[in-house]
């Protein structure tokens, strides 16, 4: 799926592909987060884990 959102965005260019490395993607890492965790976060509040990565990517 991370390469057809890749296609998806080809003409944007600030955007950067998940699908060139799974491993250090923190997009495809926050993807991956929303999916499996999201089910566990109070009533379904996604913004934790969302913080949490664009804190990872500033810095």
């Known amino acids: 799926?991370?390469?057809i959102v890749d296609d998806q965005n080809k003409d944007d260019l600030k955007y950067e592909k998940m699908s060139t490395n799974f491993d250090k993607s923190i997009a495809f890492k926050t993807a991956c987060d929303l999916?499996?965790?999201g089910k566990d976060q109070p009533s379904g509040y996604t913004e934790p884990l969302l913080h949490s990565n664009r804190y990872i990517k500033k810095n």
Request: glycine share 0%; aromatic share 16%; net charge positive.
């Open 1 to 3: 799926m991370a390469k």
């Open 35 to 37: 999916i499996f965790k």
